[in-house]
Nanobody, 126 residues
Framework: DVQLQASGGGLVQAGGSLRLSCAAS????????IGWFRQVPGKEREGVSC????????SYSDSVKGRFTISSDNAKNTVYLQMNSLKPEDTALYYC???????????????????WGQGTQVTVSS
């Protein structure tokens, strides 16, 4: 089992940047792929990005590709989401999650993770 702790959210103006962190508060990221999801009230949770901590391969949703970068520091059991050129539509509660299998199947399909962390709020003002 692994427990996840997300942090780094906040309020930023459009065009600004934030870096989210997802740390393993219990367990390690070994054998897990780590992803970021986001949700706004009234909408389904959507996949944003994920990374394989074994080979470093990454995936991004079309809405964030080119603006967000996911990375991992395996020694610290921490995954980061660097968010640049933020837009008001990026406003959401962001969750990190862990999955033993593939974290993204392609075609916009993000399989359900095995473990969820608590959310961290990102608010982008226009």
């Amino acid at each position: 089992d692994v427990q996840l702790q997300a942090s780094g959210g906040g309020l930023v103006q459009a065009g600004g940047s934030l870096r989210l962190s997802c740390a393993a508060s219990e367990g390690t990221f070994d054998d897990y792929n780590i992803g970021w999801f986001r949700q706004v009230p009234g909408k389904e949770r959507e996949g944003v990005s994920c990374i394989s901590t074994s080979d470093g391969s990454t995936s991004y949703s079309d809405s964030v590709k080119g603006r967000f970068t996911i990375s991992s520091d395996n020694a610290k059991n921490t995954v980061y989401l660097q968010m640049n050129s933020l837009k008001p539509e990026d406003t959401a509660l962001y969750y990190c999650a862990a999955r033993m299998g593939l974290c993204y199947y392609g075609g916009g399909y993000w399989p359900r993770p095995d473990y969820w962390g608590q959310g961290t709020q990102v608010t982008v003002s226009s």
